[in-house]
């Protein structure tokens, strides 16, 4: 198997070596949207045992902990070990716009999807103007 030379390499394992990166939590890279009514995060979490995500809701605070095992190869001599592992956790703040209660999870593929819905008290809605003649009556949108 070929290998291609990264001068630098060295020098990240030295750094890890020297700063025991292993025992801190990993980041993990996510997108969020909003479509329509809800707010969809989707974290990337290749190689994780469904087992050990964690997600949970503190009052304003979303956690996502999770945990890979690393790849235990007896006798292996390792070429290159650059798949991390070990623990990951995100936090994130969420507002008072969203149904805590109603948020969902799930974990296909390596991707963990969380679906938070929007509060009915922060949906958009129409509001009926009405004016002393019965005629005149509008409706505008706030």
Same mark, same amino acid.
């Given at each position: 198997?070929?290998?291609?030379?990264?001068?630098?390499?060295?020098?990240?394992?030295?750094?890890?070596?020297?700063?025991?990166?292993?025992?801190?939590?990993?980041?993990?890279?996510?997108?969020?949207?909003?479509?329509?009514?809800?707010?969809?995060?989707?974290?990337?979490?290749?190689?994780?045992?469904?087992? %050990?995500?964690?997600? &949970?809701?503190?009052?304003?605070?979303?956690? =996502?902990?999770?945990?890979?095992? @690393?790849?235990? +190869?007896?006798?292996?001599?390792?070429?290159?070990?650059?798949?991390?592992?070990?623990?990951?956790?995100?936090?994130?703040?969420?507002?008072?716009?969203?149904?805590?209660?109603?948020? %969902?999870?799930?974990? &296909?593929?390596?991707?963990?999807?969380?679906? =938070?819905?929007?509060?009915?008290? @922060?949906?958009? +809605?129409?509001?009926?103007?009405?004016?002393?003649?019965?005629?005149?009556?509008?409706?505008?949108?706030?």
């Amino acid at each position: 198997m070929s290998m291609s030379f990264d001068p630098f390499s060295q020098l990240d394992r030295i750094a890890q070596s020297i700063f025991d990166t292993s025992r801190q939590p990993r980041m993990m890279p996510v997108d969020l949207f909003r479509e329509g009514d809800q707010y969809v995060l989707n974290a990337d979490l290749p190689g994780v045992d469904p087992g %050990s995500v964690d997600v &949970d809701v503190d009052g304003h605070l979303l956690t =996502i902990r999770a945990q890979r095992s @690393a790849a235990n +190869r007896e006798g292996a001599r390792w070429l290159a070990q650059e798949r991390p592992f070990g623990s990951y956790a995100r936090q994130f703040s969420i507002g008072d716009d969203v149904n805590a209660e109603g948020i %969902s999870a799930t974990y &296909d593929n390596g991707v963990l999807s969380v679906v =938070i819905p929007v509060a009915e008290r @922060a949906k958009p +809605r129409k509001i009926t103007v009405e004016s002393m003649s019965e005629q005149n009556k509008k409706v505008i949108s706030a």
